[in-house]
């Protein structure tokens, strides 16, 4: 058995983008996403958004789930991260990323990234029209 904590996410997105996505998870998978927390970057200075980040992470293993690369809410992950080993900044969040997280989060944190990237990735696509 693993003696390691459970992995926990944060998802930090603009405005109200990441409680609809932590929402989302919840309809879907139950309990389970119990151990995402949503974050805004509404109103919040960068500096502020770190607090609250380094706030909700503790010191459990924890993936910072932020909407794009390069924004504010990009940039107040990777500063509360820097230095930190068991924190991952995950950049373009997206549900089937959440959702494979939410029901695999026992993994250790370098074999749930890899994975879950995989699957975000994977859920990509344009399916055919039907005629």
């Known amino acids: 058995m ?3 904590p459970l992995a926990r996410g ?5 405005g109200p983008m990441a409680r609809g996505m932590v929402e989302a998870v919840r309809r879907i998978a139950g309990d389970a996403a ?3 927390e949503a974050l805004s970057n509404e ?3 960068p500096e502020q958004l770190k607090v609250e980040l380094d706030a909700a992470a503790g ?3 924890v993936v910072v789930f932020v909407d794009i690369q390069a924004g504010s809410c990009c940039m107040a992950a990777l500063s509360s991260c820097r230095q930190r080993t068991r924190r991952v900044v995950v950049c373009g969040v997206n549900l089937p990323m959440l959702l494979d997280f939410v029901f695999h989060r026992e993994l250790p944190i370098e074999e ?3 994975r879950m990237l995989e699957k975000g990735r994977g859920a990509i696509t344009q ?4 005629r």
């Open 2 to 4: 693993n003696s390691q």
């Open 10 to 14: 944060v998802v930090v997105a603009h």
């Open 34 to 36: 119990d151990a995402l």
């Open 43 to 45: 109103g919040k200075s």
């Open 59 to 61: 010191d459990d293993p």
């Open 112 to 114: 749930l990234v890899p």
């Open 127 to 130: 399916p055919p029209v039907p």
